[in-house]
């Protein structure tokens, strides 16, 4: 696994999935193109760009590049690392033709490739204090009977998007906050 020091951003749950068993770091969709639609989940991008730094890594056609296009007019150059992937042509095992462009994206991307690209482009060290864990929403009642509305008010008090899932939500505020400011910020909800 490689430790990076911010959070990657990908296009699709498949780039995730691929990325998830080669990076150690918080990974966020962008859901393709629905992401400029989506005014919450831009405000939730900055500010986890703000506060820990966003690694955009996405597929090496003309799509991927228009949404690192358009990112940069949304947050600023200075939170963003862009990791650029070669240019492969390709189909993804479980699409039954290639994309317009013939290339691979991330999700068909081999690992030893998007290792040395992540090396290259984004690679640094860092140690985390703890982190915030299903147990811990379990223990103030963000998780189990009536944990919906409390989620809820929760997300409205940190400013996220309320389509957050349960799962998004925990590692929001695994990037966005440290474990004692996050107790703090949850008790204030109840």
Known sequence: MIKLD???LVEGKYDKIRLSGIVDAPIITTDGFSL????EKIEYLRAVAEKKGLIVITDSDSAGQFIRQRLRGFIDEKYIKN???PPI??????KTHPSAEGLLGVEGTDNKIIEEALIK???TEKSEGRRIEKSDFYALGLTGDGSVEKRAA???KLSLPSSLSGKALLDAVNILYTYEEFLALAKEVE
């Not at 400029?36 to 005014?39: C, E, P, V």
């Not at 042509?89 to 479980?94: D, I, L, Q, T, V």
């Open 83 to 85: 990791v650029y992937l």
């Open 89 to 94: 042509r390709g189909k993804e095992r479980r």
């Open 121 to 123: 482009f984004a690679c």
């Open 36 to 39: 400029f639609n989506d005014k």
């Open 6 to 8: 911010g959070v990657v």
């Open 154 to 156: 929760l997300k409205r």
